[in-house]
C-alpha cells in the first residue's frame, strides 16, 4: 500500500494482508541499494501470522518517492514520520545492515513506541572501505559486484525468494541494478554507503532504546563481520538491556540464503 | 577477483546450486524421484502453498534435482533464477503464455526452429496471440512491426537454419522502447558461447536436449529470466503488476521487484499446464552441463576444421557458417559472440552442387555422422532436408526457404576431426558418382 509520508508517496509492501490497526505492528527496513522485496518471505510470514507488516521502499528507493536520506539520522526521522503516517502507537523495528542502523537509531529516538529491536547484519561502527565508497559512485556495477561477492556464503542456497531454483546472487544484482536505476536525481548507492560510513550515534543510541533487541549475525559474514557487532552488543549490555544473539551459518544474505533459520529467529523473538 | 566466492563459468558449471547432500554426504546430484514432500506441520503445509516459506511441495511444481539444474543454468547465464520444463519447446510456451493472452501480438525473427516457427504461425494463434515475422537483420523491420499491443520480441542467437547472428543489442532496444522484453533462444550457443542477458536480453531459453546435455539422451527446456525487465514501468502485462486472482490475489510484481515472471510462470504456468520436467532428466542434463566448456570448445574446434574442408572441396557450394567472410553474419559474429566467429556454434547447413538424389546419395553414403532429426549431440549428425523434413516440397518453394536441393545440415560431434573429414569426402565422391 502507499501512504504519505512527509508529503511523499511511500510504499509498504503488507505482506498480502490489508493493513489492520488492531494487530500489532512490525517494520522492516531494508538495506543499501536494497527495497522491501528483500524481506519478501520473512513479512509475508508474519503477515499470515498475526502482525500487521509495514516492509517499506524507503524514500528514493524503487517504487517510493521522496528524498533518499542522506544520513541514518534523516533515515529515523522518515520512521517515525512513517508510524504517524500509518497511525501506528507502537510498532517492532526490523532492519538489515543499513537498515539496522536505521531501526536503532529509530528505536532510540522513539523509545517505548518500539516494542522489538531486531538488527539483522549488523555493525558498529560500520565503515564501509573507501575503495567501495569509491566505486559506488563512479562504478556502481563494480561495487555491485563487490558487495555481492562479499555478501555470498554459498553456491547452492535453499529454495528462497522466488522459490526453487532462486539464484541468489544473481537476483541481488539485478535488484541493486533496479534500485540504482529506479532514482535518477541520487546515486542512493553511494549515499547510502556514505551514511553507513559517518554514522556515529550506535553506542549512544543502543544506551536509549527501552525494548529487547535481537541480534541476527552472519557467522560466515564478509560485509558486517560478526565481530564488528560486538561493540554494540557490549554497548547495549551494559546499560542494561535485554539481548539476544542468533548466529546464522550464512553471509550478509540473511534474508534469502537462510530464509527459515532468519525467519525464526525474528519471529521467536517478536512473540516472546 | 576469482574464487570460491566470484566464480569461474567452469566452477559455476560443476557447483552452482549443489552442495554435497546434508543427509547422504553423496557429492554428486541426487536424483529425487518422488513426486511430493512431507509437510513439517499444518502450519508448514499453509505457508508453502501461500509462499509465505520457499520449498518443495509437489514435483509439477519444483523439485530439489530440478532445482540444481535451475540454479545452474540462472548462475551460467547471469540471471536470477529459471524454470525446468518438459522441452525446449514447453520453455518457449511457459514464457509467452506466462507474459500474454488473446488480443497480445509477438515480433519475431523468421530464423527460428521449425518447432517455434510453427507454435507461434499457428498454434499460439489459434489462440488470439498474432506474430508478425521480420528477417533478423531488418532492423526497421522489427521497428516498424511493433502494434499497441506488442508486448514479446523473440529471436534465436544464431538462427535456424542459416546461422544469421541476432543483434541483441540493437533488437533489445527497440523492444524495450516499445516496453516489451526481448526473448532470445540460445539452444545453438549455450551460455559458454554467448551471455545474452549482457547484450540486452530479458529472458533466455534453451532446449536443453541439445548441448546442455549434449548426449542425445534426454527432453528437456529451461527458461531463465535476467530480472531487468520492469514490468510495472512498461504498463503493459497486467498479469504481473496487479492482483491475480487465481493465486491469493498476488500481485507478483510486488512479491518480487525482479521475479515477477518467475513468480508467476511457476505458480500458474507449471501448475496449470504441467509441463514440467522430469528430475531423472534434470540429473541428466546436469552431468552434460558439467562438461559444457570442454565439449563446446571441441566442437568449436572441429566444425572449424570441418568448414575449412568443406569450403575448398569442388562439389560444395555455398558454406552457411560465420566463419567465412562472405556470410552475412560474420562481422555480428565477430563483435557479439564470446569467441567470435567461432563462436556461432556447430550446427550448420552447406549446398551440394547438384540434384536431390546427389543429396541423397551423400547422405547414405556417410558412416559416422547419423542421418536424423536431432542437433547438438556428442556424436556427429546430418541430415537432408530436401529428402526428409522439407521432402513434398517443389524446388521452387524450398529454394524460398532458403533451402536447395542439395542442402546439407550437419551438427558437429565430439569425433576425431580427421575422421569426420574422411567421412564426408567419401561421401561427397558418392554424390559426384550420383550425378554421373
Redesign the interface.
Known sequence: MYLQVNGASTYC?TG?KPFDAAKPTVVFLHGVIN???VW??QS??LA?HGWNVLAVDLPGH?KSEGEAPASVEDAANFVAALLDAAGVQKAALVGHSWGSLIALESAARLKERVSHLVLVGTAYPMKVSPALIEASLNEPEKAL?MVN??S?S??????????????V???S???G???LRSNAKVNVFHRGFVACDRYAGGEAAIAQITCPVLFVLGGLD?MTNPKAAQPLVQAARAAGKAVSIATLPVGHHQMTET??AT?FAIRDFLNR | ?SG????GFDT?AL?????PDPTTGARAVPIHLTTSFVFESSDHA??LF???????VYSRI???T???F??RM??LE???????TASGQAALHLAVATLMGAGSHIVASTALYGGSQNLLHYTMRRFGIETTFVKPGDIDGWRAAVRPNTKLFFGETVGNPGLDVLDIPTVSQIAHEAGAPLLVDSTLTTPYLVKPFELGADIVYHSATKFLSGHGTVIGGVVVD???F?WEKSGKFPELTEAYEGF???VFS??????AF??RA?REGLRDFGACMSPHSAWLILQGIETLSLRMDRHMGNTEKVVQFLASHPLVGRVGHPLLESHPSHALAEKLLRFGARGAGSVFSFDIKGSRAQGKAFIEALKIFSHLANVGDCRSLVIHPASTTHFRMSDEALAAGGIGPGTIRLSIGLEDADDLIDDLKRALKAAEKAGA
Open positions: 509492501y498480502g527495497d522491501h522485496s519478501i518471505l509475508r510470514y499470515h524503487c559486484t561477492v562479499f555470498r554459498t553456491l547452492a542456497a535453499p529454495p528462497s525468494a522466488l522459490g526453487p531454483g532462486t539464484w546472487y544473481g537476483s544484482m539485478a535488484l541494478r533496479r534500485v564478509q530464509p527459515d525467519l | 577477483m570460491y566466492a566470484d566464480p559455476l557447483h552452482a546450486g549443489a552442495a499453509a505457508a501461500n509462499l509465505e516459506r520457499a520449498g518443495h519444483s523439485n530439489p530440478n532445482a540444481v535451475e540454479q540462472a548462475a547471469g540471471g536470477i533464477g529459471a524454470i525446468a535476467a530480472g531487468s520492469d491469493h490475489n498476488m510486488e512479491e518480487s521487484t525482479v521475479g518467475l513468480l511457476r
